[in-house]
């Protein structure tokens, strides 16, 4: 069986995700409503919580089997939850996909603000991949 997941963090690097999945992924833009992202204290990734009046842009990879979401839920570990959520695409398709939420019982971690993907790249990529690269096997 095939599955589609959202991804709104540090997955939205397709090297990342090709890491974790161990295969070569490819993501599109999509967008989340009723959701936010914030910095996790401490850590260069983010958590998502369910927020109306918010949205979420991040990347749908479609596709995926059951071997790379038991990898997926490796690597996200306790922190988060994996929920079905109705994303959006550019063209207004919308289309359900699995995502990961930041489990209410660590939401004291969370920082205020947005979490910024383009700070993610510049500053805390390189970092994550060395601290994190093999997690989901």
Same mark, same amino acid.
Do not use: K, N
């Given at each position: 069986?095939?599955?589609?997941?959202?991804?709104?963090?540090? $997955?939205?690097?397709?090297?990342?995700?090709?890491?974790?999945? !161990?295969?070569?992924?490819?993501?599109?833009?999509? $967008?989340?409503?009723?959701?936010?992202?914030?910095?996790?204290?401490?850590? /260069?990734?983010?958590?998502?919580?369910?927020?109306?009046?918010?949205?979420?842009?991040?990347?749908?990879?479609?596709? $995926? !089997?059951?071997?790379?979401?038991?990898?997926?839920?490796?690597?996200?570990?306790?922190?988060?939850?994996?929920?079905?959520?109705?994303?959006?695409?550019?063209?207004?398709?919308?289309?359900?996909?699995?995502?990961?939420?930041?489990?209410?019982?660590?939401?004291?971690?969370?920082?205020?603000?947005?979490? /910024?993907? /383009?700070?993610?790249?510049?500053?805390?990529?390189?970092?994550?991949?060395?601290?994190?690269?093999?997690?989901?096997?």
């Amino acid at each position: 069986m095939t599955l589609h997941c959202f991804t709104y963090g540090s $997955l939205m690097c397709e090297e990342i995700m090709s890491m974790v999945c !161990d295969r070569p992924c490819h993501g599109e833009p999509a $967008l989340l409503h009723g959701h936010q992202r914030h910095p996790v204290r401490g850590e /260069d990734y983010p958590g998502m919580v369910e927020r109306q009046g918010h949205e979420v842009r991040g990347l749908l990879y479609r596709m $995926l !089997d059951e071997a790379a979401f038991a990898r997926l839920d490796a690597f996200e570990g306790l922190e988060y939850e994996r929920v079905r959520r109705e994303v959006c695409l550019p063209d207004d398709t919308r289309i359900v996909a699995w995502t990961y939420l930041f489990r209410p019982a660590f939401h004291h971690r969370l920082q205020p603000g947005e979490w /910024d993907f /383009d700070a993610f790249l510049r500053q805390g990529r390189q970092r994550f991949i060395a601290r994190y690269a093999g997690c989901g096997q």
